[in-house]
């Protein structure tokens, strides 16, 4: 099976928000929203021995996302080949159900529309063969997107000889997307 996602260095993201941005000009996002917002953590230590990072937040594409079994619409669902979950816009009614079920924060609501959105991991520009946005413009080289399941993929490799962690595991969501601990 394919699962795509994102692995995510925290030692390399510089806090330059060049994924925020990126994304949010790409994907047109209205004011306020965002998909990939970048949270600096930190300071922490004691001068002169401090340090802060970067934590960016994105859609962890779950494969037992809380927001898909919440849907009355069936709008949102786990992708079977790319293992990316989706809105599919023209069934949303517009609840907001699945922004409250996300432990990550990842949706939010369109006001013009009366939809729920999310990251997808940009699927207009992987049929053209591109990378996200979000990877493309990543100044630090801290995000790198691919199949997690595919020994191959510089992804893989990544979370398997790095440690990498997922973020709030222990609800049992099984987020896909991952990070190299700071």
Known sequence: MTRLALVIDLNKCILCHACTVSCKIHHDLPLGQFWNEVFTVGPSGEFPHTSLYGFPKACMQCDKPACVSVCPARATEKDKETGVVKIYEDKCVGCRSCIVACPYGARAFDETKGTTFKCELCPERRE???????????????????????????????VHEKHAVRYLEHLGTEPCTSYVPA
């Open 128 to 158: 053209q063969g591109k990378q996200p946005i979000c990877v493309e413009t990543c100044v630090g080289g801290a995000r790198v997107f691919g199949d997690i399941d595919d020994p191959n993929s510089e992804a893989y490799k990544i």
